[in-house]
């Protein structure tokens, strides 16, 4: 199977996105986002201890803060994602990665054809596929992928077809 497109800037952005979403949709991220504000809850009320401030005085702008804090994470994540991605992209030194693209699978694993090199991997070594709403991921570690967009993909029945003739998970991000 091969498949031709033109990687850009913004499956940059969606890869990014995609993996903090998939994060954030764990107990773990919301159990360590209400973790993260009773700390900060309890650190205020220790300082107001310390100090000996009434705290009742102070306390509904301590819960205010505390809830800010919940929800201005994530939204603070984002944030961050889009500055280093743009940076990343908008560096003159990384716009070689860019252009057209070729993903070969066969038996034997996937080839991956960019404007600079070409790389190989077996089947063996790619941990599962991910499907998200805009590409496939071919993840070969926790972190790393190759990025297949799905507008790329004239079949995705056939492709999800390979996949199992090879062994290789796919699931849904």
Known sequence: ?????????????RFNFDMHSSNSK???????RSGASLYFFGLLCLYAYVL??????????IIVLAVVHFFFTPYDQ???IKRSVA????????KKLFGETEIVLDQKGLLEKTPIEETFIKW???????????AYYFFYASNRAFVLPKNAVSNSEGLKAFLDSVSVPLVKM
């Open 26 to 32: 764990g107990k773990g991220y919301l159990q360590q």
């Open 124 to 134: 063996e070594h790619i941990l599962e596929v991910k499907e998200a709403d805009y």
């Open 1 to 13: 199977m091969n498949f031709t497109f033109n990687y850009e800037e913004n499956d940059v952005y």
């Open 52 to 61: 000996d401030v009434k705290i009742m005085n102070y306390l509904w702008l």
């Open 87 to 94: 940076s990343f992209t908008k560096d003159p030194r990384n």
């Open 78 to 80: 984002k944030q961050r």
